[in-house]
């Protein structure tokens, strides 16, 4: 069936270090990618998606690729913030089905 | 700023009380989603609505009863809960079911005691 799988947190980082959140996913068809954000206290936010292979989603300096060869869309940022910290999700949606396939979440701590 | 609201965002209530959620969307969509958030689990799809028709129900038990007058409004009226119901409840909307990204409400907060 399909699925998605992500990086177990926490991740705790310092301030400016690069960041990569790992996701890969099991679906038919050509699925669309999403990364969802949720801040203390508040509802899940789209970040970016991306919905074809080979697409990159970005906004906010995090970027994620699809990576159809390898069913993978990782998340990544050059150099974190503080204001960063928060749980991201990884979310596909299988072209054949009409949910989307929420990840686990992974929290992300950053230290000043 | 997402264009979903809930209310209330907190809510305490006995196990043999009666309340309501409330979602409210001003998007413009025509599906309308409620999920469960429990620490350490993943996020649970509950209900879904499509053109005010219900179109999933993920095996939830009855005393969770939703109701979507049209396609702006969502509730999920609440009676007799057990403790374990205690959660963070979401509502979500999208432009139709299966078609773009779904954009979320800041949810409710409930305890039950």
């Known amino acids: 069936g399909d699925s998605v799988t992500q990086m177990e947190g926490p991740v705790t980082l310092s301030e400016e270090a690069f960041l990569t959140i790992n996701c890969t996913y099991t679906?038919?068809?050509?699925?669309?990618l999403f990364w969802y954000v949720q801040y203390p206290g508040e509802g899940l936010q789209l970040l970016l998606k991306?919905?074809?292979?080979?697409d990159k989603g970005s906004n906010k300096g995090f970027e994620a690729t699809y990576r159809k060869e390898t069913t993978s869309f990782h998340l990544e940022k050059g150099s974190v913030q503080v204001s960063d910290s928060a749980v991201y999700f990884c979310?596909?949606?299988?072209?054949?089905?009409?949910?989307?396939?929420f990840g686990s979440g992974t929290r992300l701590s950053i230290r000043p | 700023e997402t264009g979903v609201t809930q209310t209330p965002r907190h809510l305490v209530m006995g196990m043999t009380n009666k309340k309501s959620l409330k979602c409210e969307q001003h998007?413009?969509?025509?599906?309308m989603y409620w999920y469960k958030q429990s620490a350490k689990k993943p996020l649970e799809l509950m209900f879904v609505?499509?053109?005010?028709?219900?179109?999933e129900n993920n095996s939830v038990p009855s005393r969770f009863s939703p109701e979507c007058p049209n396609s702006s409004h969502l509730f999920l009226h609440l009676h007799t809960l057990q403790p374990e119901d205690s959660a963070l409840y979401l509502c979500?909307?999208?432009?139709?079911?299966?078609?773009?990204?779904?954009?979320f409400g800041p949810g409710t907060r409930l305890t039950v005691t």
């Open positions: 991306a919905t074809k292979a080979d």
């Open positions: 609505y499509n053109f005010k028709e219900q179109t």
């Open positions: 979310a596909p949606r299988p072209s054949s089905a009409s949910k989307i396939i």
């Open positions: 679906a038919t068809g050509y699925p669309s």
């Open positions: 979500a909307s999208s432009p139709g079911q299966g078609a773009g990204e779904q954009y």
């Open positions: 998007l413009g969509h025509n599906a």
